[in-house]
């Protein structure tokens, strides 16, 4: 069984869902567990936590777009990560991200850089999404890959909304779709290491 990870922080519930699509989707893959990781308001992961990021092929990072970038939880973490990055701990595994924010750009772009160079200092192998744009005059707002990501998922929730309501459905059937894309890969990269 090939164990994989997806790290993130929420702040109103909406990013969480988002990283429960993509949870789902990795699991769909036989021969892949995959396990959601919450850093907590303050930032801090936990000692088991931090074990299960050690034994992860695939970590999958995940973080609202606030203010341009990462919330300073998810970045608290990372720093936090130095220690295994000086030991190259995570060097070779698989990486990925995803975003969400209020604004249908919002800047997400800017986040999911982040992620990519934070994986690319651990010496991790970075992942797309490999989602078709739904860019055509007949594209509908719960379409899969509406925003057109390609190095990273991105989704997006009108800041007045429940997380009843967003993201919308197109956005979290990308993640489930994303999810799938990682488990496979991961199994692929594990087995072939």
């Known amino acids: ?3 994989c990870a997806v790290l993130s922080y929420s702040g109103y519930g909406h990013t ?3 990283a429960d ?3 789902r989707g990795c699991d769909d893959v036989d021969g892949v567990m995959c396990r959601n990781v919450v850093i907590s308001s303050d930032g801090e992961l936990s000692a088991a936590e931090w074990e299960l990021l050690d034994r992860s092929a695939a970590i999958v990072f995940g ?4 203010m341009g970038g990462p919330a300073w939880q ?3 973490v990372a720093e936090a990560s130095s220690r295994l ?7 070779d595994k698989l990486a990925a991200g995803f975003t969400n924010s209020a604004s249908m ?3 997400k772009q800017v986040t999911l850089q982040y992620f990519f160079t934070f994986a690319m200092q651990h ?3 970075w992942a797309g999404t490999a989602l078709m744009p739904a860019s055509t005059s007949q594209a509908r707002r719960n379409d899969v890959n509406f925003l057109g990501s390609f190095s990273g998922l991105m989704s997006q929730s009108p800041s007045d909304a429940s997380i009843q309501e967003a993201p919308p459905a197109g956005d979290l059937e990308s993640g489930v779709l994303f999810g799938r894309r990682i488990g496979a890969c991961a199994l692929q990269w594990h087995r072939g290491r």
Do not use: C, H
């Not at 973080?63 to 606030?66: D, F, K, R």
């Open 63 to 66: 973080s609202p777009t606030y």
């Open 16 to 18: 969480r869902r988002l």
């Open 105 to 107: 750009n919002g800047d």
């Open 21 to 23: 699509a993509v949870q």
């Open 85 to 91: 990055w000086y030991e190259q701990r995570w060097k």
């Open 1 to 3: 069984m090939v164990e």
């Open 123 to 125: 010496s991790m192998i």
């Open 74 to 76: 998810f970045k608290k």
